[in-house]
Structure formats: structure tokens, C-alpha cells
């Protein structure tokens, strides 16, 4: 099974080097020549998580995207959400033909507010069958650090997503398999505003006691929107376990730990700092952003109650006062 990576920021860098340490060798594309270079004489990614070295005997890197999918069986999208239709654009159809592909996407694409799997049906005509997540709470510095971590996989053909799994099961990282391919991605986009949300609190000087009970409520709400996500979607056979990893054990890490871009960004905006500020002074995508107003968009059709979120888009979308923002937060808790 070769392996293709899309993309060159940390969490494509920690997704290599789990499938490197694994005995894969993957064709990894990067946008930047001189990266490329870089990577060739140095072994580390110049950018992002420049501890983790690489055998380079594993890996062919290319600027050329449809190289990188000719020479690949699985596709391994890891790109921000923000910028993945652009990235995605310069491959034909028909040389997506008998590929699978696995996103590492924990966002929605914000052009048309959508899922990847839904960009890939509309422009390529790519089956379901075929598309794959990866997902998880798991920081790509921890992957760096060979810290124990879990990711879970979701597939709609148990065996097949078990396969690929396999892949990147090491002494460092364990899998986890289940087959709500729509719902954990709804998860990872709102975990994400979520966590933006429990910054803004920090910022505005919340205590720990009100950051659980916000992260609670936020456990709940997030369950009320996957429920309704799922009956719309009519995709789920089977009662789902959100308090597994990939759900609950997601949001509590990305709210909680300092490596939480999102929790950074949020922290920055109840700090005083506006939106274009701290995009600014932050060298990494808060994917949470973008997602507020697609989760908000989306929402108009799935019509789930979700005040946090709707709160946290008209802090961040229609300049609401942070302060204000959590005012109405702070009522509705329970």
C-alpha cells in the first residue's frame, strides 16, 4: 500500500513521520521547491516540528501534485480546511479513479461550507466507499515527542478502514476504528470552535470552575448537533458512543491543552485582540475560525440547538463584544 501526503505544515509532518516509523514509504507533496530542498539536505521539515527526523530512503518528495497521486494507492489530505480546494484543484477525475482517500481535515472547506467529502463527491464524483478520516485528540508536537496517543479511523467498510489503520498503529500511537464517517467530522469542526470559545473565557479571565461547566454544556451541545446531523443524514445503523476519543476525549484536549491553536486564538480575542491581530501574530491556522460560520450556515438546515456556538460566530463574525458573547453563555449554562 503506498501512501500519499497532501500537505507540509505539523500535522502532515507528524502523520509522516508515524507512517515512516511504521516501515511506509510514502510520496509526500509539498508546495514549496525550497522546502523540498531543505527537507532533502536537512531530513526535518524546515517550518513546522523541525525535532522529528526522517530517513529519506522512506519518503519522495514532489511540488507536483498528480505526481504524488499516480504514485499513491491511499491519499492522505492534510492541509487546513481553508485551503484544501485550492490544493486539491490542479487533479483531474479520472486520476482520482480506484484511489482511497483519507482526510486529516478538521475543518469544513468554507467556500460552499463543506465537508471534504462532500467537496470530493461534487467535483471528482468520488464515492463515499472510498473516502476514509483520520481524527482524534492528538497534538502533532506530542506525535514529534513519541508521547502515547490514540487516533481513530472511520471508514464504511470495517475491514477496509481497519487495513489502513493499520498503517499507522506504532509504539506511540494507537488506532481505534469505528464507521460515523459525517459525525466525527462534524465533531472535529466543532470542537474546534468550541476550544476557541473556552480561550475566549481564559481571556476574559473565567476561573477553572466556569471553564467545566462551559466545557460540559459544550459536550452536550455538540452531541445535539451530531444527532441531528445523523438523522439528516440517515447514515448511522447503530447508537454512537459520544464520549469515546474521537468525540468527547477531542474537545476536552483541545479546550484544556496549550498546544491548542484554537484555545491560543480564542485567548487572543478575549485579551482584546481583533480577529486580523491575531491571525498576525499566530504562525498557524485556528481552524476553529471559519469554522463558527460554517457550522452556522450549516446549522440553518440540520436546525439543531446550539446557542454556545451561535454565540461564540457572532463574537468573532458580527463583532459582538466578547464580554456580551459570555454573558449570554453564562445563561444558558446548567
Same mark, same amino acid.
Given at each position: ?18 507512517? *515512516? ?26 517550518? #513546522? ?8 530512503? %522512506?519518503?519522495?518528495?514532489?511540488? %507536483?501534485?498528480? *505526481? ?8 492522505? !489530505? ?19 479513479? $480506484? ?5 486529516? +481535515? ?13 467537496? &470530493? ?5 468520488? @464515492? ?19 508521547? &502515547?496517543?490514540? =487516533? ?20 506511540? =500511537? ?9 459525525? !466525527?467530522?462534524?465533531?472535529? !469542526?466543532?470542537?474546534? +470552535?468550541?476550544? =476557541? ?6 481571556? =476574559?479571565?473565567? $476561573? ?5 461547566? #462551559? ?20 447514515? %448511522? ?13 477531542? &474537545? ?36 476553529? #475560525? ?16 446550539? @446557542?454556545?456556538? *451561535? ?17 449570554? +453563555?453564562?445563561?444558558?449554562? !446548567?
Amino acid at each position: 500500500m503506498q501512501f500519499g501526503m497532501i500537505g507540509s505544515g505539523s500535522w502532515a509532518t507528524a502523520l509522516s513521520k508515524i507512517l *515512516t516509523d511504521n516501515g511506509n514509504h510514502i510520496h509526500w507533496w509539498m508546495r514549496n521547491s525550497d522546502s523540498i530542498k531543505y527537507m532533502r539536505s536537512r531530513r526535518h521539515n524546515p517550518h #513546522y516540528l523541525n525535532a522529528a527526523y526522517f530517513n529519506m530512503a %522512506q519518503i519522495t518528495l514532489d511540488d %507536483q501534485l498528480s *505526481t504524488v497521486v499516480q504514485n499513491s494507492d491511499v491519499l492522505v !489530505v492534510a492541509v487546513p480546511s481553508a485551503f484544501a480546494e485550492d490544493a486539491l484543484s490542479a487533479i483531474k477525475p479520472e486520476e482520482l479513479k $480506484g484511489k482511497k482517500i483519507v482526510s486529516a +481535515i478538521k475543518g469544513m472547506l468554507p467556500t460552499h461550507n463543506q465537508l471534504l467529502h462532500e467537496f &470530493l463527491a461534487n467535483r471528482f464524483q468520488f @464515492p463515499l466507499e472510498d473516502y476514509y478520516t483520520v481524527l482524534g485528540p492528538c497534538h502533532a508536537e506530542e506525535v514529534a515527542a513519541e508521547k &502515547l496517543s490514540y =487516533l481513530t479511523f472511520s471508514g464504511k467498510d470495517a475491514q477496509q478502514t481497519a487495513d489502513i489503520a493499520s498503517n499507522f498503529r506504532t509504539e506511540y =500511537l494507537n488506532t481505534v476504528v469505528n464507521s460515523d464517517v459525517i459525525g !466525527v467530522q462534524y465533531a472535529a !469542526v466543532l470542537k474546534n +470552535i468550541y476550544a =476557541l470559545g473556552a480561550g475566549i473565557a481564559h481571556g =476574559l479571565d473565567y $476561573g477553572d470552575n466556569f471553564q467545566s461547566v #462551559y466545557i460540559a454544556n459544550a459536550a452536550d451541545e455538540m452531541v445535539r448537533f451530531l444527532r441531528k446531523a445523523s438523522s439528516t443524514a440517515e447514515q %448511522q445503523e447503530a447508537p454512537i458512543n459520544y464520549a469515546a476519543s474521537v468525540y468527547l476525549g477531542d &474537545l476536552l484536549v483541545t479546550c484544556y491543552s496549550l498546544y491548542s491553536r484554537n484555545r491560543t486564538f480564542g485567548n487572543m480575542i478575549g485579551k482584546g485582540y481583533s480577529v486580523r491581530s491575531a491571525q498576525l501574530e499566530m504562525n498557524m491556522v485556528a481552524e476553529g #475560525y471559519n469554522a463558527s460560520k460554517c457550522i452556522y450556515h450549516t446549522n440553518q438546515l440540520i436546525q439543531a440547538e446550539i @446557542p454556545i456556538a *451561535t454565540a461564540i460566530y457572532r463574537i468573532l463574525w458580527e463583532q459582538m463584544p466578547a464580554q456580551e458573547g459570555f454573558r449570554m +453563555i453564562e445563561e444558558i449554562l !446548567v
